[in-house]
């Protein structure tokens, strides 16, 4: 099993560039979040999924779109993109938040995204 | 939101246990504690979990007392590759939006020395 992959795992853009961070999980996981990490500091909750066809905002979600294209794929689309943006930005999945009392959550390995 | 509070940064040497306490005085009753630790360039990787009283796992043990407005994780015998951030989170694990009820903190800087 691959667990949680993301693409790509590095990307510069230019203000006001638009792009899509793909993240997939083969886990059969009913839950998906995206998370925002900058220098030094902890992750914060961009977008999360609880089940397909469902998303919600997070701490974080301006500026942000998101959307659970099935179960396997969560992605996170930044339409124009700021400085304020730069970070490194995780997705993760867990089993089902609804129902489990053991909500651990599997992290992907990152994209270091910088906006020039 | 329950907030947590835990130490910037931490040293201690190869073998030693290492003590990291976390104050979270505004736990709900459902709420759970949950570590997770994180190297460099990487996604953060759970360690433990747990609502009362003694956790232990192959990794590490989790300590909560009675009142659970605070938690201690202990790691046994520590080498350089404990050298990582540690986040410790208080949340429900539970229901639809627990999600978003989960907040990981700035953590505790764990530097292992020879």
């Known amino acids: 099993n691959a667990g949680v992959t993301q693409t790509p795992k590095f990307q510069v853009l230019k203000t006001g560039q638009s792009m899509t961070l793909q993240c997939a999980q083969d886990m059969n996981h009913n839950s998906m979040y995206w998370y925002r990490q900058d220098p030094g500091m902890g992750l914060r909750l961009i977008y999360y999924?609880?089940?397909?066809?469902?998303?919600d905002k997070g701490e974080v979600p301006n500026g942000y779109n998101v959307s659970r294209l099935n179960k396997r794929e969560f992605s996170l689309r930044l339409e124009s993109a700021a400085p304020s943006q730069t970070s490194v930005y995780f997705c993760?999945?867990?089993?089902?938040?609804?129902?489990?009392?053991?909500?651990?959550?599997?992290f992907g390995p990152g994209t270091r995204l910088t906006v020039l | 939101l329950a907030k947590t509070t835990q130490p910037i940064s931490m040293d201690s040497y190869e073998g030693q246990e290492v003590n990291i306490t976390c104050s979270h005085n505004?736990?709900?009753?459902?709420?759970?504690i949950t570590w997770y630790q994180q190297f460099p360039s990487q996604g953060p990787r759970f360690i433990i979990q747990?609502?009362?009283t003694k956790v232990t796992n192959e990794v590490a043990s989790l300590f909560i007392p009675a009142d659970r407005k605070s938690s201690t994780l202990s790691l046994p015998r520590v080498s350089l590759s404990d050298t990582a951030v540690y986040y410790c989170l208080v949340g429900p694990t539970t229901g639809y939006s627990s999600a978003s009820k989960i907040i990981f903190g700035s953590g505790t800087r764990l530097s292992i020395r020879p």
């Open positions: 505004n736990i709900a009753t459902n709420d759970y």
């Open positions: 747990g609502y009362k």
């Open positions: 993760a999945s867990s089993e089902d938040q609804r129902l489990s009392s053991y909500n651990e959550q599997f």
């Open positions: 999924s609880a089940s397909e066809g469902t998303t």
